[in-house]
């Protein structure tokens, strides 16, 4: 069956999707303003270590770096997948989704490690300011994440047994909007917590 075959909405549908669409980028505009206070409160709060920890301590700029290497490589296979969306090539979507579903999960695990190592030395978020600032805005990037993994999981099985219908190419496309807003906000996490945190 052809992409376009495939994938053709009447009138209704398309003003629906489009409608579903502005709905979505209204929820990624809120959501960029949380990360926003996020940022704020943890500019704030960075410089008070209370005597203990401060960022040279705790982070390691090595596994920041694998942590970025991931999650942008994982917005890349995604970028693949969507491509593979519009050429009609159902397994190839499947392939790169499970790619990208890897990649997001070697991400988490690295952060799992990240935040347990921190805990386990006594720099956890009831140590100080910037620590508590810090698992907030890191943590909650990385609940976005998380639930970025399932929403994979979920599109998987409806393109498994769905195909790439015009709702599932829809909810693929919302998805990798979400996937590639929270790469935006890493990268920001990256140059504004880890890299002026260690040098």
Not at 144 to 158: A, D, F, K
């Given at each position: 069956m052809s992409s376009a075959a495939t994938m053709s909405v009447s009138t209704r549908d398309t003003e629906r999707y489009e409608e579903k669409d502005f709905g979505f980028w209204l929820y990624l505009m809120s959501d960029a303003v949380i990360f926003a206070c996020l940022f704020a409160t943890y500019l704030v709060m960075v410089g008070n270590a209370a005597g203990g920890p401060v960022p040279k301590d705790v982070f390691s700029l090595n596994r920041a770096a694998a942590e970025t290497a991931l999650l942008l490589l994982s917005s890349t296979t995604f970028g693949i997948a969507a491509v593979s969306l519009w050429a009609g090539d159902r397994s190839k979507v499947l392939l790169w989704l499970a790619i990208t579903f890897l990649l997001g999960a070697g991400f988490i695990a690295l952060e799992f490690s990240e935040f347990s190592g921190m805990i386990a030395k006594g720099a956890g978020p009831d140590h100080s300011g910037f620590l508590s600032a810090f698992f907030t805005l890191v943590g909650t990037h990385g609940l976005?994440?998380?639930?970025?993994?399932?929403?994979?999981?979920?599109?998987?099985?409806?393109v498994f047994a769905k195909g790439l219908t015009a709702p599932v190419a829809s909810r693929l496309m919302r998805l990798g909007l979400f996937w590639h807003f929270l790469d935006i906000i890493w990268v920001v996490i990256f140059s504004v917590v880890y890299l002026p945190g260690l040098l």
């Open positions: 976005h994440v998380s639930v970025g993994l399932v929403w994979i999981l979920v599109m998987i099985g409806q």
